[in-house]
Each structure stands twice: as C-alpha cells, then as structure tokens.
C-alpha cells in the first residue's frame, strides 16, 4: 500500500557488504527485506542509493517472492520470479524469469511482469525467452452484486 | 734461588687469571640494572598524549589516554580509556574510543580489548558512521577495523547490527560477517 513508501526498510541476511564511497550494499543469504507491509525474500539482494537518497535493488535467487497488502483493501498481492528489479523513484517492480503475479483471486504468468506499486497495474509479457513463451492470465469474475438496489425495475439483475 | 725462579710462572699464571675474571666481572656490571618484575610496569604515564607527524609535517595520529603503561623489555603499550585518532592530510580520518586497549609499536597494531566506539566524522557527502562493539582491532597502517564480537553501526538516521566485522575505513568498505541487519531510515 502507498504508506509503505514512507516506513523504514529492514533488511536481514546472512552476511552484508556496504560500499560507502559508491553507495551500494550486496546482502546474502537468506534475504528478507520489509518495508510496511511489503516483504520479500530472496537469496541475494543488491541496493544501490544515490546521492538523493532515492534507492534502486535487485533481487535474485532460485526463487524471488514479495508479498504486499492493496492500497484501502484487505487484499494482497503476491509475486515471485527468478528475479525482481525495483526502483523507488518509478515504483516499478519488474520480475523476470517465471514471473507470476496474483492480485486477490486474479493470476498473470509470463516471462516479465512490470508492476507498478503505485497504480498497482501491471503489464504481462513473453519477454525475451527463446521459445516465444505464452503468457497466462486468469481473472476471475466479479462476484454478481444481487442485492435489491442492483435489481431493475423488470426484475432482472443488471 | 732455584725454587724462586719455579714459583714464578705460576704466579704470573695466577694473577693473569684473576685479573681476567675481574675484568669479566666489571665489565657486567651496570651500575643501575637491576632485575625487574616482568609482571609489574616499569613505566606508568598518566594524562598521556602522543602525536605522530607524517614525511610532509602533518598530523598523522594522536593518541590520547588517561594512563599508559608499559612492561620490561615489551613492544606493547597498553592505554586506559585511549583515544586513537588517525588523520589523513591532516584532518580527522576516524577515531576510536575505548575503556581499555593496547599498542603495539612494532606491529602498529591497536587492540581495544572493551566496548569500543569507532567513529568516522561526516564529510561533504557522506554521513557520520559510527561502529560499536565490545571488542575491537585496529591496524593503523592499512588502516583496517575489525572484531568477531557483536557490532552496532550508525549511519546518519540507519542502523544496523552484525555478529563480526571488517571495515577498511580508506575503501569505504563495511563487511558484515554474520547476522546482518539493517533499518534505513530517509
């Protein structure tokens, strides 16, 4: 959610490296990164920052998942890929490598998901994989809303 | 006559043999060596600060120290509640404070064998770091930092901790060991 953006970021490995003179800092092992409500593992995380403070990370590993509660809903969205590249200047979340994405009940499945952490949108694709992978999209319908004030005058449900 | 003429040679022999180990003898003694305890000091300093000047003049290293003392016929200096300040062209690279820690000059070594607080001031465009441990090493040559204890760190408004650390303050590089931790705050 947008909150998130102003909470603190918590990383824990197993090991880190912090490279004061060019800003960057490779963590191992075991990674968890925690922001508010997002939370992502993986096995290695590399997190540049310039000079603004504004920070760029890539995770990798035999498997990257971050989780996230939806902005004003009770609703997660969950991710995993090979690997994830976020920025925080753009918000965007780019996972690549059997990338999945489920939003509620809803599921996308390519090579490379970009997700927008703001608009919370995100785009699906085959990507560059050599096989021209399909890509896989599953949204389930909106549960038909039969209350009286949906009904119209003839009776039907709209 | 004849027993005269025998005698002789052997008291020659005699007495060149006493005057050698007479000599021997003095030539050992020094008037105010005496034997130390190698466990007692033989130099305690209080109120100590030593000051070391690069080739160019400038201010390489201070030490500051309530006391100092030294052992008989040892290289380490061992310091109470030291300061070790290193300088770069003169202006303060890092410095570190600790309850307890020793010297040694041949090896240009620093052991902080307590808490110990390791701070590089700010600069133009990087924050304050600041280290804490329980123990802490220190070569001043390469100009290294490193401890296997439990480490806290500062970083302007982020911090962290880890279980060891190596940090080469001239490379800017910070390793966590184990155990690695950090909060970033903006």
């Known amino acids: ?115 927008n952490t703001e608009t919370e949108m995100y785009e699906v694709s085959s990507g560059a994989s050599s096989n021209g992978g399909r890509v896989t999209a599953i949204i389930q319908p909106k549960p038909r809303d039969n209350s009286p004030a949906a009904k119209k005058p003839d009776g039907n449900a709209p | 006559m004849i027993r005269s003429h025998r005698l002789f040679p052997i008291l020659l022999i005699l ?83 600790g309850e307890s820690g020793r010297y040694n000059s041949k090896t240009k070594q620093a052991l902080f064998d307590k808490k110990v607080t390791l701070i590089q001031p700010a600069t133009a465009n990087q924050q304050e770091t600041r280290v804490i441990s329980s123990n802490m090493r220190i070569d001043t040559i390469r100009h290294i930092a490193q401890s296997e204890a439990l480490t806290h760190f500062y970083y302007g408004k982020s911090s962290g901790s880890a279980v060891g650390f190596i940090y080469q303050q001239q490379a800017g590089q910070l390793q966590l060991l184990s155990n690695a931790k950090v909060t970033y705050e903006k």
């Open chain 1, 1 to 115: 959610e947008k909150a998130d953006r102003d909470k603190p970021i918590e990383i824990s490995a197993d090991r880190g490296n912090l490279d004061q003179l060019k800003g960057v800092t490779v963590w191992q092992g075991n990674v968890i990164i925690i922001q508010g409500t997002l939370k992502l593992n993986a096995d290695r995380a590399t997190v540049s920052q310039d000079k603004q403070g504004n920070q760029t990370m890539q995770a990798t590993g035999r498997q990257v998942t971050f989780r996230q509660k939806m902005d004003g809903k009770n609703d997660w969205i969950e991710g995993q890929a090979n690997q994830l590249d976020y920025n925080t200047v753009t918000h965007v979340a780019v996972l690549t490598g059997n990338a999945r994405v489920k939003r509620g009940n809803d599921l996308v499945i390519g090579n490379v998901i970009t997700y």
């Open chain 2, 15 to 97: 007495i060149t043999g006493l005057l050698t180990v007479w000599l021997d003898v003095v030539s050992r003694w020094q008037p105010n060596k005496r034997d130390l305890d190698p466990n007692k000091p033989e130099v305690v300093a209080d109120g100590v600060m030593a000051t070391r000047f690069d080739p160019k003049g400038m201010l390489q290293e201070k030490l500051i120290a309530g006391r100092m003392w030294q052992y008989p016929d040892r290289t380490e200096s061992y310091f109470e509640s030291p300061d070790l300040q290193s300088y770069k062209n003169g202006v303060l690279a890092y410095h570190a404070i």
